[in-house]
């Protein structure tokens, strides 16, 4: 199974943007990722940008079974990712270091999620992890 592992706005900033996103860097991140998900069989792709239209892009592109995603901000507002999404035939699952349900108003709606199979929200970069182990334990 192929998994692309999708970050969006400011996620290549963790490990500098404070405690609750962790001290981590999204490189050690990816690194731990790719080890739990090819131990199991999986081929892993990354993917990061903070421009909204190459997310997009990356989604309609496809070559993947399974995605794992993490928009950021973009995911309380971006039509256009969730769009992608919604024509995307992939299993997918969103994924948030934070629990969204308990920051700003704002932050607690998520408009990709509902195109997602599932969304971990809340336990930090372990949930990159729960998200393979989903994709994995439902091809």
């Keep these: 199974m192929k998994i692309l592992v999708l970050n969006g ?10 405690p609750m996103y962790g001290s981590r860097t999204l490189g050690e991140i990816e690194n ?8 199991r069989g999986a081929d892993i792709e990354f993917f990061q940008s903070n421009i ?4 997009v892009d990356r989604i309609q592109r496809g070559g993947f079974d399974g995605l794992i995603i993490n928009a950021g901000a973009y995911s309380h507002y ?18 948030h ?3 969204i349900l308990a920051r700003e108003p704002f932050r607690a709606v998520s408009v990709t999620a509902k ?5 971990i929200t ?3 970069a372990e949930g990159y992890m729960l ?3 989903y994709l994995l334990w439902r091809k």
């Design 52 to 55: 909204e239209g190459e997310i």
């Design 131 to 133: 998200a393979a182990e």
């Design 122 to 124: 809340g336990l930090g």
């Design 78 to 95: 971006s039509y256009a990712i969730a769009d992608a999404l919604d024509c995307c035939s992939a299993k997918k699952v969103e994924v």
């Design 32 to 39: 731990e990722i790719k080890d739990f998900a090819e131990k």
């Design 9 to 18: 706005v400011n996620i290549n900033m963790v490990g500098q943007r404070g």
């Design 115 to 119: 195109h997602c199979d599932g969304c």
């Design 97 to 99: 270091f934070t629990n």
